[in-house]
């Protein structure tokens, strides 16, 4: 039985390792051994990993592939993905494909706004507090200069502040929702550290304020942080073609075109299949802002929140069709940053990023919606047609093959028979079964 460890952090690497492997590995040596084989022998390479978190103790290596023909605004993009899911890649490239010769994919940006809130309690009346509000307003800006005039330099900063009376929906709730331009940057250092300097400031004004200290009126503040649901900071990405150019063999353009319409109107009426709807485009979108090294967590909260915008869970996507043209769009929030974070330092990303042209954190944004967009289409071609498991399974043959120890001769032959028959697990093994026996 593990018993709690204090000082862990302080311990190096191998007595990390050490302690785990004799508290939770069945056999010690080989777990470590498996641990260790992820280190990188450039030890410059690895320090810098170990550096990036707290108990480092290896590597946690994902495939990184790239999807080339992207056809965007009329400029030919590969789009670096990092991705574990054996079909993603190839569905994005698919799709890329798809749309190349018919006009590829026009994206634009809506707006790069973020913002951020000082989150607090009042209980005195909300006209009072408007009062104190627009008499501090000025001082609480000036009071984050010196943090906000680099930022400025770059054309950024902050955009607004404002009181919020959120009171009805919480007794003694009020924020201060402050608007931010952050260039290039996602940002999060910089608004959160405007935000703790609002805070500071707010409350140190508060404590002074005579009508509240005549009063016995509080301002306590209780949290500041920025907020991941970014409604302003969005990009669209869309394609379109007449219906004709959508047949395949087994279905018109137009019997295409209207149950690819029909599939978003079922992810917008259900919400067990918008979910699922969303996830595919998050395969997409996820793995490019991996690899350019951005918060994916903070992409799925904002996107998964804008999807619910309207109070309904729905599609991230859209389509229609009009006078005989398809037409398929998305439209989602995405604070990413192509400076600072982790951009100048994971030499991958950095890389990842000159494959993309070295992007603008606005281009970002619309090459990522790209591969939300693109990734959806896949999914949707696939599910109104072939279904989803052919060329999922085939796909996924190889790591089948991997987890039976397949040697390559036994491989290639597997991939030769699966060419015409359908993958399962239990079909793979027959056949691995059977090839050794033969
Ligand atoms: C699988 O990772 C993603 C899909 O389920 C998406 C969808 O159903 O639209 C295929």
């Given amino acids: 039985m593990a018993k709690p460890v204090?000082?862990?952090?302080?311990?190096?690497?191998?007595?990390?390792?050490?302690?785990?492997?004799?508290?939770?590995?069945?056999?010690?040596?080989?777990?470590?051994?498996?641990?260790?084989?992820?280190?990188?022998?450039?030890?410059?390479?690895?320090?810098?990993h170990d550096e990036f978190i707290e108990n480092a103790v290896t590597n946690y290596y994902?495939?990184?592939?790239?999807?080339?023909?992207?056809?965007?605004?009329?400029?030919?993009?590969?789009?670096?993905?990092?991705?574990?899911?054996?079909?993603v890649i190839a569905a994005a490239s698919n799709s890329a494909k798809f749309w190349l010769d018919k006009g590829g994919f026009k994206t634009h940006v809506k707006g790069t706004i973020k913002s951020g809130q000082v989150h607090f309690n009042f209980n005195g009346p909300s006209d009072l507090l408007r009062t104190f509000f627009d008499s501090v307003k000025a001082l609480l800006l000036e009071g984050t200069q010196a943090i906000t005039t680099s930022m400025e330099r770059r054309g950024g900063g902050i955009i607004s502040l404002e009181l919020v009376d959120l009171s009805a929906e919480l007794s003694d709730y009020y924020q201060i929702n402050v608007r931010f331009e952050t260039k290039d940057a996602m940002g999060a250092n910089f608004i959160n550290s405007c935000l703790e300097l609002i805070a500071t400031n707010l409350d140190r004004q508060a404590a002074n304020y005579e009508k509240f200290i005549s009063n016995n009126y509080s301002l306590s503040i209780v949290l500041s942080i920025l907020s991941n649901y970014v409604p302003e900071c969005v990009a669209t990405a869309t394609v379109s073609c007449p219906i004709s150019l959508l047949a395949t063999e087994s279905i018109s353009g137009l019997e295409f075109a209207n149950k690819f319409v029909r599939a978003i109107d079922i992810a917008n009426a259900s919400v067990q299949r918008a979910v699922t709807h969303n996830k595919g485009v998050m395969n997409g979108i996820d793995a490019v802002v991996?690899?350019?090294g951005n918060d994916f967590r903070a992409i799925?909260?904002?996107?998964?929140?804008?999807?619910?915008?309207?109070?309904?869970?729905?599609?991230?996507?859209?389509a229609k069709i009009e006078d005989g043209i398809f037409s398929f769009?998305?439209?989602?929030?995405?604070?990413?940053?192509?400076?600072?974070?982790?951009?100048?330092?994971?030499?991958l990303v950095k890389l990842n990023l000159e494959i993309l042209k070295n992007p603008s954190a606005p281009q970002l944004m619309q090459l990522v919606a790209t591969a939300g967009l693109a990734q959806n289409f896949a999914a949707i071609k696939s599910l109104i047609t072939t279904g989803i498991q052919k060329g999922h399974m085939k796909m996924h043959?190889?790591?089948i093959?991997?987890?039976?120890?397949?040697?390559?001769?036994?491989?290639?032959?597997?991939?030769?028979?699966?060419?015409?028959?359908?993958?399962?697990?239990?079909?793979?093994?027959?056949?691995?079964?059977s090839y050794r026996n033969r």
């Fill in 6 to 48: 204090s000082g862990f952090s302080k311990c190096t690497k191998d007595q990390k390792i050490e302690w785990l492997a004799s508290n939770y590995f069945a056999d010690a040596n080989q777990g470590s051994a498996v641990l260790k084989q992820y280190w990188n022998d450039n030890q410059k390479l690895q320090k810098l």
């Fill in 62 to 87: 994902l495939p990184f592939g790239i999807a080339p023909n992207f056809l965007i605004n009329d400029i030919l993009y590969a789009l670096p993905m990092a991705i574990e899911e054996s079909s």
């Fill in 290 to 292: 991996l690899a350019t």
């Fill in 300 to 318: 799925e909260a904002g996107v998964h929140s804008y999807a619910a915008k309207s109070g309904k869970y729905k599609s991230i996507t859209h």
């Fill in 329 to 347: 769009w998305i439209e989602v929030p995405l604070a990413l940053g192509t400076v600072g974070g982790l951009t100048n330092l994971h030499p």
């Fill in 397 to 399: 043959l190889k790591n």
């Fill in 401 to 433: 093959l991997n987890q039976l120890e397949a040697t390559q001769e036994e491989k290639v032959a597997a991939i030769e028979h699966f060419s015409i028959v359908a993958v399962t697990h239990a079909a793979a093994k027959n056949f691995i079964n």
